[in-house]
């Protein structure tokens, strides 16, 4: 039963995307949307990092670029087909990021933040330094095939289908991202994220399940990253840079990242400012700085938090104004 | 005699050059309160520490039930029914109380958790609070819920520290109290670090005193509360 409202919420969703593909005018406006979904599962890879684990990172670009490449190289060498490489390359950046978040995950604060730092740079700069295999600073193009689990590429590469595709992977990684939270996995990591040493007395051994929220954060980047490589077909090193780490951090932070929809606003609450300032979009990250200073200073938990406590101060109010009204009632 | 649960035996333990503990001989019997005082620094929290698990012994072991425990980790620990508060408040503040104790109770790897929750929020008057937010509850009710964390799974010894600290009166009261009521229904053994003498002297079965990491007294807390050497140490004119 209880799973039964997120699964309906979720069908909703989805049936929402498709009223999106009919109202949108424009097949370049749908390209913009499909590029704020992807950016929003990216987000949400990084928000649900900060949300589990209280963690701050400015290397998951590692995960949303390095993913192209490795699909591309997977593809170029002809390892084996696309079907399969997908699967194969998520699991395996899923496996290794559990790896180094083992390790990683003990540091704490803003330790951490630098070390994932560090590790991002690594892998850029070995993208750019090794042209044999990335292409260097030209990037790569990756060979898709024609056709994709049976579909052909003509058809998955048209504006609707794209969007389609990352917004319907979009609400299934949130809701599977939800039910997993809902289970005991969800009330372990924020017992840990919320005082580490009072679990490990409550009898919870606290480094795996950090590591475990690191990998599936770094997984859900993946799949965004892996979105917006077959949307490029192109994996350039620009994707591995530090800067997009830290952009998509910024719409976590404006989002909100005490909710998973937080991530998913904020990135969608970006992507629609810069287009909506078209001939001024140059400044769209002076803008949206602007709008961090502010969220921070009025509403720390973002769009979403204050969103959510507008909400509930409104229900206090109307409880305790029928309340009133019932008492006089009663008095008369 | 009640029969021994834990014995903490020569325990030591050294910071660099600074003794904490030094040759420590400890006793709890089951469904008894142990009452531990000293002055500030005597080492009290620092043997709580070590029968846990949070620092490693320099010398000396600890035995539970027969078993020596002294090289297993936190966790193992507690799963063999070695439990613990803070000096602090220390509970999961974005959890709700009910999700907290529940996971607690879980944790400890017993089969009727859900009932064995159940059990320690109605023993500690939190029932009704299940659904609050930990860090929406006033301090008592902090408090309350931090000993609820310790008491899920069914602990053979219970480790508190200064359970009282910052209470009122009554709420010192009414967790003395609970806790007088839990050594018999329950069966759980209490080690009580405590400044309140009157809630030490009040509900304990032995009272042990510290002083500069070590024992200097123990026994029933009439004998120590007649001890010229715990008098001058630490009562004072208190006793």
């Known amino acids: 039963m209880k799973y039964t409202q997120s699964l309906l919420v979720a069908l909703v969703a989805m049936f929402g995307g498709w009223l999106i593909v009919l109202v949108t005018p424009s097949a370049s406006l749908l390209g913009v949307f499909t590029q704020a979904v992807i950016y929003a599962m990216f987000a949400l890879g990084v928000g649900f990092l900060l949300k589990q684990n209280g963690l701050v990172s400015f290397g998951h670009a590692l995960y949303f670029g390095g993913v192209g490449y490795a699909v591309g190289v997977v593809l ?38 630098m070390l994932t730092l560090a590790i991002g740079q690594m892998f850029y700069l070995l993208a750019t330094r090794a042209r044999g295999i990335t292409g260097g600073s030209d990037g790569m193009g990756v060979p898709w095939p024609t056709t994709l689990y049976g579909f052909p590429e003509k058809a998955l590469r048209q504006p609707e289908t794209l969007f389609m595709i990352t917004w319907v992977a979009l609400v299934l990684v949130a809701l599977l991202l939800h039910l997993l939270l809902k289970m005991r996995f969800g009330a372990v990591t924020e017992a840990i994220r919320d005082n580490e040493e009072r ?55 404006v989002g909100g990242f005490q909710t998973l929809a937080g991530p998913i606003v904020g990135a969608i609450v970006y992507f629609l400012v810069s287009d909506i300032l078209g ?53 008369t | 005699m009640s029969s021994q649960v834990l ?56 035995v539970l039930e027969g078993h020596d425990i002294s090289r297993l980790g936190v966790v193992e620990r507690r799963k063999l029914g070695l439990s613990r508060s803070f000096q602090r408040t220390s509970i999961f503040g974005g959890m709700t109380v009910r999700r907290q ?55 053979k010894v219970l480790l508190l520290d200064e359970p009282m600290a910052g209470l009122s009166v009554k709420e010192s009261h009414d967790l003395a109290g609970h806790l007088k009521a839990l050594t018999s229904s329950w069966d759980v053994s209490v080690l009580l670090v405590e400044h309140d003498m009157d809630v030490v002297f009040g509900i304990s079965d032995s009272v042990v005193v510290f002083e500069l990491g070590r024992v200097i007294a123990k026994g029933t807390p009439a004998e120590v509360r007649a001890d010229p050497r715990v008098r001058e140490a630490y009562l004072g004119s208190a006793a």
């Open chain 2, 7 to 62: 014995h903490a035996q020569g325990v030591a333990l050294y910071y660099g050059g600074v003794r904490a503990l030094n040759g420590v001989d400890l006793e709890l019997h089951r469904g008894r309160i142990c009452g531990l005082i000293g002055p500030n620094g005597a080492g009290k929290s620092t043997v709580i520490d070590a029968i846990t698990g949070r620092r490693a012994l320099t010398q000396g072991r600890i």
């Open chain 1, 279 to 331: 001939d001024y979009a140059t400044y769209s990250m002076a803008i949206f700085g602007a709008a961090l200073i502010a969220v921070i200073v009025f509403s720390p938990h973002g769009i979403t938090g204050a969103v959510t406590s507008f909400v509930k101060r409104r229900r206090k109010g109307a409880a305790s104004l029928s309340a009133g009204a019932t008492r006089e009632r009663e008095a």
């Open chain 1, 199 to 253: 679990a490990r007395f409550i009898g919870i051994r606290t480094t795996v399940p950090r590591a475990a929220v690191y990998a599936i954060s770094a997984v859900v980047s993946a799949i965004a990253g892996l979105l917006s490589n077959y949307n490029s077909a192109f994996a350039s090193p620009e994707s591995l840079h530090w800067s997009v780490s830290a952009i998509t951090l910024l719409m976590v932070i």
């Open chain 1, 76 to 113: 170029t060498l002809d390892m084996m087909p696309a079907e399969w490489a997908i699967p194969a390359v998520l699991l395996a950046i899923g496996a290794a990021a559990f790896a180094v978040g083992l390790v990683i995950v003990r540091v704490p604060g803003i330790a951490f933040g």
């Open chain 2, 101 to 155: 104790v529940e996971l607690a109770s879980w944790k400890t790897g017993i089969d009727d958790w859900q009932d064995d929750a159940y059990a320690v929020l109605r023993e500690l008057d939190l029932a009704d609070l299940g659904d609050v937010l930990a860090h929406d509850l006033g301090y008592g009710e902090q408090r309350r819920l931090d000993l609820a964390l310790a008491l899920t799974g069914r602990p």
